[in-house]
Protein backbone atom coordinates (compact mmCIF):
# COMPACT_ATOMS: atom_id res chain seq x y z
CA UNK A 1 0.00 0.00 0.00
CA UNK A 2 1.26 3.36 -1.25
CA UNK A 3 0.76 6.73 0.94
CA UNK A 4 2.06 10.11 -0.45
CA UNK A 5 3.13 12.65 2.05
CA UNK A 6 3.19 16.10 1.54
CA UNK A 7 6.49 18.64 1.80
CA UNK A 8 3.83 20.75 3.63
CA UNK A 9 3.02 18.16 6.00
CA UNK A 10 3.85 18.13 9.66
CA UNK A 11 7.58 17.80 9.91
CA UNK A 12 6.96 15.21 13.23
CA UNK A 13 4.66 13.16 11.35
CA UNK A 14 7.22 12.48 8.85
CA UNK A 15 10.01 11.50 10.80
CA UNK A 16 7.82 9.39 12.84
CA UNK A 17 6.88 7.64 9.47
CA UNK A 18 10.13 7.35 8.35
CA UNK A 19 11.02 5.44 11.44
CA UNK A 20 7.95 3.61 11.66
CA UNK A 21 8.76 2.21 7.97
CA UNK A 22 12.59 1.61 8.67
CA UNK A 23 11.76 0.03 12.32
CA UNK A 24 8.75 -1.41 11.55
CA UNK A 25 8.42 -2.65 7.83
CA UNK A 26 12.09 -3.18 8.12
CA UNK A 27 12.24 -1.12 4.55
CA UNK A 28 15.56 -0.12 3.76
CA UNK A 29 16.31 3.79 3.11
CA UNK A 30 16.03 3.47 -0.81
CA UNK A 31 12.29 1.52 -0.42
CA UNK A 32 11.28 4.65 2.24
CA UNK A 33 12.66 7.22 0.03
CA UNK A 34 10.37 5.97 -3.29
CA UNK A 35 7.41 5.15 -0.93
CA UNK A 36 7.44 8.77 0.55
CA UNK A 37 8.42 10.05 -2.58
CA UNK A 38 11.56 11.89 -0.79
CA UNK A 39 15.56 11.87 -0.86
CA UNK A 40 17.83 9.56 0.50
CA UNK A 41 19.93 12.47 2.40
CA UNK A 42 17.23 13.97 4.40
CA UNK A 43 15.85 10.08 5.38
CA UNK A 44 19.57 9.72 6.37
CA UNK A 45 19.34 12.52 8.90
CA UNK A 46 16.01 11.48 10.15
CA UNK A 47 17.29 7.72 10.94
CA UNK A 48 20.65 9.51 12.13
CA UNK A 49 22.80 6.77 10.75
CA UNK A 50 20.58 3.80 11.55
CA UNK A 51 20.53 0.71 9.59
CA UNK A 52 18.47 -2.00 9.90
CA UNK A 53 20.05 -4.88 12.04
CA UNK A 54 19.38 -8.43 9.79
CA UNK A 55 20.87 -11.23 10.67
CA UNK A 56 23.97 -12.78 9.40
CA UNK A 57 23.36 -15.81 6.69
CA UNK A 58 24.53 -19.16 7.50
CA UNK A 59 27.66 -20.60 5.68
CA UNK A 60 29.54 -23.23 5.24
CA UNK A 61 31.97 -22.20 8.53
CA UNK A 62 29.05 -21.25 10.72
CA UNK A 63 29.05 -24.74 12.39
CA UNK A 64 32.29 -24.20 13.61
CA UNK A 65 32.27 -20.81 14.51
CA UNK A 66 32.57 -21.57 18.53
CA UNK A 67 35.70 -24.08 17.54
CA UNK A 68 37.60 -21.17 16.09
CA UNK A 69 36.49 -18.15 18.92
CA UNK A 70 38.07 -20.86 21.35
CA UNK A 71 41.19 -20.98 19.22
CA UNK A 72 41.78 -17.21 18.71
CA UNK A 73 41.25 -17.00 22.36
CA UNK A 74 44.47 -18.87 23.15
CA UNK A 75 46.19 -17.68 20.11
CA UNK A 76 44.82 -14.18 18.98
CA UNK A 77 47.82 -13.95 16.25
CA UNK A 78 46.64 -16.95 14.03
CA UNK A 79 46.68 -16.77 11.10
CA UNK A 80 43.71 -18.01 8.28
CA UNK A 81 45.79 -20.49 6.77
CA UNK A 82 46.51 -22.07 9.92
CA UNK A 83 42.88 -22.38 11.04
CA UNK A 84 42.43 -23.70 7.22
CA UNK A 85 44.46 -26.28 8.13
CA UNK A 86 43.43 -26.79 11.68
CA UNK A 87 39.65 -27.45 10.23
CA UNK A 88 40.44 -29.95 7.94
CA UNK A 89 40.31 -32.58 10.32
CA UNK A 90 37.02 -31.82 12.26
CA UNK A 91 35.55 -32.46 8.46
CA UNK A 92 35.69 -28.71 6.70
CA UNK A 93 35.54 -29.15 2.98
CA UNK A 94 35.09 -25.04 2.34
CA UNK A 95 37.43 -23.06 0.31
CA UNK A 96 40.18 -20.84 1.98
CA UNK A 97 38.70 -17.17 0.97
CA UNK A 98 35.48 -18.57 3.17
CA UNK A 99 37.45 -19.27 5.63
CA UNK A 100 39.39 -15.82 5.51
CA UNK A 101 35.99 -13.67 5.02
CA UNK A 102 34.92 -15.39 8.46
CA UNK A 103 38.03 -14.81 10.49
CA UNK A 104 38.36 -11.15 9.38
CA UNK A 105 36.74 -9.62 12.53
CA UNK A 106 39.37 -11.70 14.62
CA UNK A 107 42.35 -10.64 12.79
CA UNK A 108 41.51 -6.79 12.48
CA UNK A 109 44.11 -4.74 15.06
CA UNK A 110 42.40 -3.23 18.28
CA UNK A 111 42.68 0.00 18.49
CA UNK A 112 44.67 0.43 22.22
CA UNK A 113 45.21 2.75 24.74
CA UNK A 114 48.42 3.47 26.30
CA UNK A 115 49.59 5.34 29.73
CA UNK A 116 52.11 7.95 28.94
CA UNK A 117 55.26 7.33 30.43
CA UNK A 118 56.99 10.04 32.50
CA UNK A 119 60.98 10.20 33.35
CA UNK A 120 63.08 12.00 35.61
CA UNK A 121 65.64 14.05 34.47
CA UNK A 122 69.06 11.28 33.82
CA UNK A 123 67.25 8.35 34.76
CA UNK A 124 66.64 6.42 31.48
CA UNK A 125 67.09 6.07 27.81
CA UNK A 126 65.93 4.16 24.94
CA UNK A 127 68.44 2.55 22.12
CA UNK A 128 67.83 0.71 19.14
CA UNK A 129 69.23 -0.02 15.85
CA UNK A 130 67.47 1.09 12.32
CA UNK A 131 68.94 0.26 8.72
CA UNK A 132 69.17 1.89 6.15
CA UNK A 133 69.92 0.69 2.36
CA UNK A 134 73.27 2.40 0.30
CA UNK A 135 74.42 1.84 -3.12
CA UNK A 136 77.68 0.30 -1.58
CA UNK A 137 75.33 -2.16 0.48
CA UNK A 138 73.47 -1.95 4.21
CA UNK A 139 74.22 0.45 6.64
CA UNK A 140 73.04 -0.02 10.47
CA UNK A 141 72.11 3.35 12.76
CA UNK A 142 72.87 3.22 16.53
CA UNK A 143 69.58 5.21 17.72
CA UNK A 144 70.77 6.69 21.43
CA UNK A 145 67.23 9.37 23.06
CA UNK A 146 67.69 10.53 26.21
CA UNK A 147 64.09 9.94 27.41
CA UNK A 148 64.04 13.45 29.57
CA UNK A 149 65.03 15.95 27.34
CA UNK A 150 64.66 14.24 24.02
CA UNK A 151 68.20 14.46 23.37
CA UNK A 152 69.56 12.53 20.23
CA UNK A 153 72.66 10.73 18.99
CA UNK A 154 72.78 8.74 15.96
CA UNK A 155 75.90 7.08 14.14
CA UNK A 156 75.93 4.67 11.30
CA UNK A 157 78.05 1.32 11.25
CA UNK A 158 78.75 -1.27 8.56
CA UNK A 159 78.16 -3.75 10.82
CA UNK A 160 75.59 -4.37 14.25
CA UNK A 161 77.36 -7.09 15.76
CA UNK A 162 78.30 -6.71 19.37
CA UNK A 163 81.59 -4.53 18.82
CA UNK A 164 79.73 -1.42 16.75
CA UNK A 165 76.95 -2.31 19.80
CA UNK A 166 78.92 -1.17 22.26
CA UNK A 167 80.74 1.18 20.71
CA UNK A 168 77.75 3.07 20.01
CA UNK A 169 77.24 3.42 23.28
CA UNK A 170 80.60 4.82 23.88
CA UNK A 171 79.89 7.43 21.47
CA UNK A 172 77.13 8.52 23.15
CA UNK A 173 78.10 8.47 26.44
CA UNK A 174 81.03 10.48 24.96
CA UNK A 175 78.88 13.13 23.91
CA UNK A 176 76.83 13.54 26.61
CA UNK A 177 79.37 13.56 28.94
CA UNK A 178 78.07 10.59 31.47
CA UNK A 179 75.22 8.04 32.19
CA UNK A 180 71.93 7.55 32.40
CA UNK A 181 71.11 5.20 35.25
CA UNK A 182 69.18 2.69 33.18
CA UNK A 183 68.47 1.87 29.32
CA UNK A 184 65.59 0.64 27.84
CA UNK A 185 65.97 -2.18 24.92
CA UNK A 186 63.78 -4.30 22.61
CA UNK A 187 64.57 -7.82 22.08
CA UNK A 188 68.16 -7.23 20.71
CA UNK A 189 70.66 -10.63 21.23
CA UNK A 190 73.28 -8.09 21.83
CA UNK A 191 71.15 -7.70 24.98
CA UNK A 192 68.83 -10.78 25.57
CA UNK A 193 70.16 -14.05 25.44
CA UNK A 194 67.40 -16.09 25.78
CA UNK A 195 63.82 -15.61 27.04
CA UNK A 196 62.93 -19.34 28.00
CA UNK A 197 62.59 -21.22 30.25
CA UNK A 198 64.10 -17.50 32.39
CA UNK A 199 64.98 -14.01 31.32
CA UNK A 200 69.12 -14.48 30.33
CA UNK A 201 71.02 -11.66 29.13
CA UNK A 202 74.56 -11.15 27.12
CA UNK A 203 77.18 -12.46 29.57
CA UNK A 204 79.61 -9.77 27.52
CA UNK A 205 77.13 -6.56 27.98
CA UNK A 206 76.44 -7.46 31.10
CA UNK A 207 80.16 -7.02 31.62
CA UNK A 208 80.03 -3.73 29.96
CA UNK A 209 77.08 -2.58 32.07
CA UNK A 210 78.89 -2.87 35.53
CA UNK A 211 81.68 -1.37 34.10
CA UNK A 212 79.76 1.98 33.29
CA UNK A 213 77.27 1.09 36.40
CA UNK A 214 73.80 1.75 34.27
CA UNK A 215 71.09 -0.85 34.47
CA UNK A 216 69.33 -2.73 31.68
CA UNK A 217 65.52 -2.61 30.94
CA UNK A 218 64.54 -5.18 28.33
CA UNK A 219 60.79 -4.15 26.97
CA UNK A 220 57.98 -6.89 26.31
CA UNK A 221 58.23 -9.10 22.98
CA UNK A 222 56.07 -7.53 20.58
CA UNK A 223 55.42 -4.42 22.51
CA UNK A 224 57.22 -1.22 20.63
CA UNK A 225 54.91 0.56 22.78
CA UNK A 226 56.96 0.27 25.56
CA UNK A 227 59.89 2.36 23.86
CA UNK A 228 57.87 4.86 21.83
CA UNK A 229 59.97 7.97 21.75
CA UNK A 230 63.02 6.36 19.88
CA UNK A 231 60.76 4.08 17.66
CA UNK A 232 59.19 7.62 16.47
CA UNK A 233 62.85 9.45 15.70
CA UNK A 234 63.60 5.81 13.92
CA UNK A 235 60.02 7.20 11.65
CA UNK A 236 61.87 10.92 11.62
CA UNK A 237 65.26 9.91 10.50
CA UNK A 238 64.13 7.57 7.79
CA UNK A 239 61.47 10.14 6.27
CA UNK A 240 64.82 12.67 6.52
CA UNK A 241 66.54 10.11 4.68
CA UNK A 242 64.16 9.28 2.15
CA UNK A 243 64.92 13.15 0.89
CA UNK A 244 68.28 13.11 1.35
CA UNK A 245 70.94 10.93 -1.24
CA UNK A 246 74.09 9.42 0.57
CA UNK A 247 76.59 7.34 -1.05
CA UNK A 248 78.42 6.36 1.71
CA UNK A 249 78.67 5.27 5.68
CA UNK A 250 80.60 8.51 6.33
CA UNK A 251 78.63 10.72 3.88
CA UNK A 252 75.07 9.30 5.81
CA UNK A 253 77.29 9.94 9.06
CA UNK A 254 77.45 13.55 8.25
CA UNK A 255 74.13 14.50 7.15
CA UNK A 256 71.84 12.80 10.30
CA UNK A 257 74.79 14.90 12.44
CA UNK A 258 73.65 18.03 11.23
CA UNK A 259 69.90 16.62 10.99
CA UNK A 260 69.81 15.56 14.57
CA UNK A 261 71.80 18.92 15.67
CA UNK A 262 69.17 20.99 14.28
CA UNK A 263 66.25 19.14 15.91
CA UNK A 264 67.99 19.30 19.44
CA UNK A 265 67.53 22.59 19.11
CA UNK A 266 63.92 22.93 18.08
CA UNK A 267 61.34 22.88 19.75
CA UNK A 268 59.31 19.77 20.97
CA UNK A 269 56.08 19.59 20.02
CA UNK A 270 55.19 17.58 23.10
CA UNK A 271 57.60 19.55 26.08
CA UNK A 272 57.80 22.63 24.20
CA UNK A 273 61.10 23.29 24.66
CA UNK A 274 64.45 22.37 23.26
CA UNK A 275 66.10 19.46 24.16
CA UNK A 276 69.47 21.42 24.20
CA UNK A 277 67.79 23.34 26.97
CA UNK A 278 66.20 20.60 28.58
CA UNK A 279 69.67 18.79 28.49
CA UNK A 280 71.18 20.71 30.46
CA UNK A 281 68.75 19.65 33.50
CA UNK A 282 69.79 15.82 33.13
CA UNK A 283 71.62 14.21 36.30
CA UNK A 284 73.57 12.11 34.78
CA UNK A 285 76.55 9.18 36.40
CA UNK A 286 80.24 10.43 35.70
CA UNK A 287 82.49 8.31 32.96
CA UNK A 288 84.78 5.81 34.37
CA UNK A 289 88.29 6.51 34.67
CA UNK A 290 89.41 3.60 32.58
CA UNK A 291 88.40 3.21 29.16
CA UNK A 292 86.08 0.19 28.05
CA UNK A 293 87.27 -2.05 24.91
CA UNK A 294 84.50 -2.79 22.44
CA UNK A 295 85.51 -5.84 20.93
CA UNK A 296 84.08 -9.66 19.98
CA UNK A 297 86.20 -12.67 20.53
CA UNK A 298 86.48 -15.18 18.02
CA UNK A 299 88.08 -18.56 18.06
CA UNK A 300 89.54 -19.35 14.53
CA UNK A 301 92.13 -21.89 13.34
CA UNK A 302 94.80 -21.13 10.83
CA UNK A 303 94.79 -22.49 7.65
CA UNK A 304 97.11 -24.73 5.81
CA UNK A 305 98.44 -21.59 3.61
CA UNK A 306 98.90 -19.12 6.88
CA UNK A 307 95.31 -17.49 7.11
CA UNK A 308 92.25 -17.07 9.30
CA UNK A 309 89.22 -16.87 7.65
CA UNK A 310 86.82 -14.13 9.21
CA UNK A 311 83.81 -12.61 7.66
CA UNK A 312 84.37 -14.02 4.41
CA UNK A 313 87.76 -12.36 4.41
CA UNK A 314 91.12 -13.89 4.90
CA UNK A 315 93.83 -12.54 7.36
CA UNK A 316 97.75 -13.61 7.47
CA UNK A 317 99.69 -15.23 10.55
CA UNK A 318 103.00 -15.70 11.53
CA UNK A 319 101.73 -19.01 13.18
CA UNK A 320 101.93 -22.93 12.19
CA UNK A 321 98.81 -24.44 10.34
CA UNK A 322 96.30 -26.04 12.71
CA UNK A 323 96.78 -23.82 15.58
CA UNK A 324 93.81 -22.30 17.17
CA UNK A 325 94.04 -18.91 17.60
CA UNK A 326 91.63 -16.24 19.46
CA UNK A 327 90.13 -13.17 16.83
CA UNK A 328 89.56 -9.56 18.63
CA UNK A 329 87.38 -8.05 16.48
CA UNK A 330 87.18 -3.95 17.18
CA UNK A 331 84.97 -1.65 15.29
CA UNK A 332 88.17 -0.87 12.82
CA UNK A 333 91.07 -3.38 13.52
CA UNK A 334 91.44 -7.23 14.64
CA UNK A 335 94.23 -8.74 16.46
CA UNK A 336 94.87 -12.19 16.38
CA UNK A 337 96.06 -14.18 19.96
CA UNK A 338 98.00 -17.21 20.49
CA UNK A 339 97.93 -18.41 24.32
CA UNK A 340 97.38 -14.83 25.52
CA UNK A 341 99.86 -12.74 23.71
CA UNK A 342 99.67 -10.53 20.48
CA UNK A 343 100.62 -11.56 17.32
CA UNK A 344 99.12 -9.91 14.29
CA UNK A 345 96.78 -7.03 13.64
CA UNK A 346 95.08 -6.24 10.63
CA UNK A 347 92.61 -3.32 9.79
CA UNK A 348 89.60 -4.52 9.52
CA UNK A 349 87.86 -4.96 6.12
CA UNK A 350 84.24 -5.19 5.43
CA UNK A 351 84.49 -6.10 1.87
CA UNK A 352 83.41 -9.98 0.87
CA UNK A 353 86.42 -12.02 -0.08
CA UNK A 354 89.59 -10.09 0.67
CA UNK A 355 92.73 -11.23 1.10
CA UNK A 356 94.83 -9.29 3.72
CA UNK A 357 98.63 -10.30 4.02
CA UNK A 358 101.51 -8.99 5.62
CA UNK A 359 105.04 -9.46 4.09
CA UNK A 360 106.63 -9.93 7.65
CA UNK A 361 104.41 -12.99 8.82
CA UNK A 362 106.30 -15.15 5.51
CA UNK A 363 109.56 -14.86 6.53
CA UNK A 364 109.48 -18.58 8.42
CA UNK A 365 108.12 -20.35 5.49
CA UNK A 366 110.33 -18.23 3.14
CA UNK A 367 113.36 -19.29 5.34
CA UNK A 368 111.88 -22.92 4.46
CA UNK A 369 111.70 -22.92 0.69
CA UNK A 370 115.25 -20.33 -0.02
CA UNK A 371 114.86 -20.65 -3.98
CA UNK A 372 111.39 -18.82 -4.05
CA UNK A 373 112.32 -16.70 -1.73
CA UNK A 374 113.07 -12.89 -3.84
CA UNK A 375 109.90 -14.09 -6.06
CA UNK A 376 107.95 -14.40 -3.37
CA UNK A 377 108.71 -11.58 -1.33
CA UNK A 378 108.44 -9.64 -4.70
CA UNK A 379 104.88 -10.54 -4.74
CA UNK A 380 103.91 -10.04 -1.25
CA UNK A 381 106.00 -5.87 -1.22
CA UNK A 382 104.25 -5.65 -4.58
CA UNK A 383 100.54 -6.39 -3.70
CA UNK A 384 100.87 -4.63 0.10
CA UNK A 385 100.04 -1.07 -0.72
CA UNK A 386 99.99 0.76 -4.39
CA UNK A 387 103.02 2.85 -3.50
CA UNK A 388 105.18 -0.08 -3.19
CA UNK A 389 104.25 -1.02 -6.49
CA UNK A 390 105.18 2.44 -7.79
CA UNK A 391 107.96 2.82 -6.24
CA UNK A 392 109.09 -0.61 -7.50
CA UNK A 393 107.77 -0.24 -10.90
CA UNK A 394 109.94 3.03 -11.44
CA UNK A 395 113.22 0.94 -9.29
CA UNK A 396 112.82 -1.25 -12.68
CA UNK A 397 112.55 1.32 -14.83
CA UNK A 398 115.63 2.94 -13.63
CA UNK A 399 117.28 0.09 -14.21
CA UNK A 400 117.79 -1.54 -11.28
CA UNK A 401 116.79 -5.53 -10.31
CA UNK A 402 112.86 -4.86 -9.50
CA UNK A 403 113.70 -8.70 -7.09
CA UNK A 404 116.56 -6.80 -5.26
CA UNK A 405 114.52 -3.73 -4.65
CA UNK A 406 111.78 -5.53 -3.31
CA UNK A 407 113.90 -7.55 -1.16
CA UNK A 408 115.58 -4.15 0.40
CA UNK A 409 112.24 -2.79 1.29
CA UNK A 410 111.13 -6.19 2.81
CA UNK A 411 114.51 -5.56 5.09
CA UNK A 412 113.68 -1.94 5.75
CA UNK A 413 110.13 -3.32 6.67
CA UNK A 414 111.58 -5.51 9.57
CA UNK A 415 113.55 -2.03 11.16
CA UNK A 416 110.36 -0.10 11.24
CA UNK A 417 106.69 -0.47 11.60
CA UNK A 418 104.28 -0.60 7.92
CA UNK A 419 102.66 2.42 8.09
CA UNK A 420 106.36 4.10 8.50
CA UNK A 421 107.78 2.73 5.30
CA UNK A 422 104.91 2.96 3.57
CA UNK A 423 104.63 7.12 4.62
CA UNK A 424 107.86 6.90 3.28
CA UNK A 425 107.92 5.57 0.26
CA UNK A 426 105.02 7.90 -0.87
CA UNK A 427 107.63 10.66 -0.20
CA UNK A 428 110.13 9.19 -2.37
CA UNK A 429 107.78 9.14 -5.21
CA UNK A 430 106.58 12.38 -4.88
CA UNK A 431 109.97 13.17 -4.79
CA UNK A 432 110.85 10.74 -7.67
CA UNK A 433 113.74 9.28 -6.38
CA UNK A 434 112.71 5.77 -6.33
CA UNK A 435 116.35 4.31 -4.23
CA UNK A 436 116.27 2.32 -1.07
CA UNK A 437 119.47 4.66 0.04
CA UNK A 438 116.68 7.69 -0.13
CA UNK A 439 114.79 5.72 1.71
CA UNK A 440 117.07 5.10 4.53
CA UNK A 441 117.71 8.75 4.58
CA UNK A 442 114.10 9.47 5.10
CA UNK A 443 113.94 6.79 7.86
CA UNK A 444 116.96 8.10 9.68
CA UNK A 445 117.87 4.61 10.12
CA UNK A 446 121.62 4.64 11.85
CA UNK A 447 124.16 2.33 10.23
CA UNK A 448 125.13 -0.94 12.11
CA UNK A 449 128.80 -0.48 13.57
CA UNK A 450 130.54 -3.62 13.73
CA UNK A 451 131.97 -4.83 17.18
CA UNK A 452 135.56 -4.05 17.43
CA UNK A 453 137.28 -6.94 19.25
CA UNK A 454 140.17 -5.77 22.02
CA UNK A 455 143.28 -7.71 21.92
CA UNK A 456 146.20 -7.64 24.47
CA UNK A 457 149.44 -5.96 23.58
CA UNK A 458 151.02 -9.56 24.60
CA UNK A 459 149.65 -11.93 22.44
CA UNK A 460 150.96 -14.94 24.42
CA UNK A 461 148.66 -13.96 27.04
CA UNK A 462 145.75 -15.74 24.94
CA UNK A 463 148.13 -18.97 24.94
CA UNK A 464 148.32 -19.37 28.65
CA UNK A 465 148.28 -23.05 30.60
CA UNK A 466 147.54 -23.29 33.82
CA UNK A 467 148.07 -26.17 36.48
CA UNK A 468 144.39 -26.83 39.03
CA UNK A 469 145.10 -25.77 42.28
CA UNK A 470 143.87 -27.83 45.40
CA UNK A 471 140.92 -27.01 46.63
CA UNK A 472 142.62 -27.43 50.01
CA UNK A 473 144.49 -24.36 49.50
CA UNK A 474 141.41 -22.07 50.22
CA UNK A 475 140.41 -23.96 53.30
CA UNK A 476 144.31 -23.10 54.38
CA UNK A 477 143.81 -19.74 53.30
CA UNK A 478 140.56 -19.22 55.30
CA UNK A 479 141.96 -20.64 58.58
CA UNK A 480 139.40 -23.94 58.49
CA UNK A 481 141.99 -26.16 58.05
CA UNK A 482 145.40 -26.65 59.33
CA UNK A 483 147.84 -27.35 56.50
CA UNK A 484 149.10 -30.64 56.10
CA UNK A 485 152.85 -31.50 56.17
CA UNK A 486 152.97 -32.88 52.41
CA UNK A 487 151.04 -29.81 51.17
CA UNK A 488 152.96 -27.24 53.25
CA UNK A 489 155.85 -25.24 50.88
CA UNK A 490 154.13 -26.94 47.94
CA UNK A 491 150.73 -25.89 47.14
CA UNK A 492 151.04 -22.58 49.82
CA UNK A 493 153.10 -20.41 46.89
CA UNK A 494 152.45 -21.80 43.72
CA UNK A 495 152.03 -19.43 41.30
CA UNK A 496 151.47 -19.58 37.16
CA UNK A 497 154.41 -19.26 35.13
CA UNK A 498 154.71 -18.09 31.47
CA UNK A 499 156.82 -19.29 28.64
CA UNK A 500 159.52 -16.79 29.86
CA UNK A 501 159.33 -18.38 33.69
CA UNK A 502 158.55 -15.23 34.54
CA UNK A 503 155.56 -14.55 37.49
CA UNK A 504 151.94 -13.68 35.52
CA UNK A 505 150.51 -11.01 37.71
CA UNK A 506 147.04 -11.12 38.73
CA UNK A 507 146.79 -14.68 39.01
CA UNK A 508 143.73 -15.12 40.39
CA UNK A 509 144.97 -16.38 43.68
CA UNK A 510 143.84 -13.62 46.22
CA UNK A 511 146.41 -12.95 48.98
CA UNK A 512 145.73 -13.97 52.91
CA UNK A 513 144.88 -10.03 53.58
CA UNK A 514 142.82 -9.65 50.07
CA UNK A 515 140.35 -12.08 51.37
CA UNK A 516 138.22 -10.23 53.70
CA UNK A 517 137.45 -7.63 50.78
CA UNK A 518 135.82 -10.46 48.95
CA UNK A 519 131.68 -10.51 49.18
CA UNK A 520 130.40 -12.58 51.78
CA UNK A 521 127.71 -14.42 49.71
CA UNK A 522 130.25 -14.67 46.92
CA UNK A 523 130.72 -18.10 45.75
CA UNK A 524 134.52 -19.39 45.12
CA UNK A 525 135.27 -20.57 41.57
CA UNK A 526 137.73 -23.03 40.46
CA UNK A 527 141.08 -21.92 39.25
CA UNK A 528 139.88 -21.74 35.35
CA UNK A 529 137.25 -19.09 36.27
CA UNK A 530 139.71 -16.94 38.42
CA UNK A 531 142.81 -17.18 36.11
CA UNK A 532 140.11 -16.03 33.20
CA UNK A 533 138.95 -13.59 35.97
CA UNK A 534 142.65 -12.35 36.08
CA UNK A 535 142.90 -11.86 32.57
Known sequence: MTEHATINGDREAIESRVKHLHAVEKLSIRQIAKSLRMGVRRINRILGGQRVSRPA????????????????????YLQAQQVHERLKPYGYTGSYVRVVLHTRKYRRKKKQTYHELVFLP??????DWMYWRLPTGMAYGFVFLLSYSRHLHVRFYPRCTMEFFLDGHISAFREIGGVPRK????????????RTPELTLNAQF???CRHYAFGVHPCTVRRPNEKGRVERVIRDIKDHLKVTPCESIADLNKQVTLWRQQRNGALHRTTKRTPAEMFKEERLIPLPLLPY???RSVMVTVGKTGFVSFETNRYSVP???DTTLELMAYPE????????RKIAVHNRSFLRNQKIENPQHRERLLSITPHFKQKRIYELMRDMDICVRQFISAAGQDGQDALLVAYDLFKLLKQTSKSILLSALREANAAGICRTKHLVSILNIPHKIEDNPVYPQNQRLLTITYEGRNLKDYDTLTGRMEPSEDTDGQNQHREERTGDDRPFPDS??????EEADRAPDEDVGDQEGETIGGV
Open 333 to 340: RIELHEKG
Open 206 to 208: MDF
Open 183 to 194: CRYDNLKSVVAA
Open 122 to 127: GEEAQV
Open 319 to 321: SQP
Open 508 to 513: GVAAPG
Open 293 to 295: HPR
Open 57 to 76: KPTIVTPYERLIDQWYQEHP
